[in-house]
Nanobody, 120 residues
Framework: QVQLVESGGGLVQAGGSLRLSCVVS?????????MGWYRQAPGSQRELVAR???????NYEDSVKGRFTISRDNAKNTVYLQMNSLKPEDTAVYYC?????????????WGPGTQVTVSS
């Protein structure tokens, strides 16, 4: 059974930084999977903000380009999201998942997520 556990969120002032982590357990052959970070703000749909392939190629949603950096450590089955220059509009619950296709999440059972709140 695959488990996705996110951590690292918190309350930060605008312009601040946070580093999120997601540990993936279970037999998913982590190193060959494209991983992604998604976020869901209140009243909004969940959206993909960053993805990283098995070869460490990365893609970002336009609003976070230049501010967020996704990375992975295959030895630890962990994917990270470094978030700099945070803005109030980045406030959301952040989740990780395996990405299939361009932006679809593979697993319907999401982890608990980690809350990021950016104050102005």
């Amino acid at each position: 059974q695959v488990q996705l556990v996110e951590s690292g969120g918190g309350l930060v002032q605008a312009g601040g930084s946070l580093r999120l982590s997601c540990v993936v357990s279970g037999s998913i052959w982590f190193s060959i999977k494209t991983m992604g970070w998604y976020r869901q703000a209140p009243g909004s749909q969940r959206e993909l903000v960053a993805r990283i392939t098995s070869g460490s190629s990365t893609n970002y949603e336009d609003s976070v380009k230049g501010r967020f950096t996704i990375s992975r450590d295959n030895a630890k089955n962990t994917v990270y999201l470094q978030m700099n220059s945070l803005k109030p509009e980045d406030t959301a619950v952040y989740y990780c998942n395996v990405v299939t296709g361009w932006d679809q999440a593979l697993f319907g059972s999401w982890g608990p997520g980690t809350q990021v709140t950016v104050s102005s």
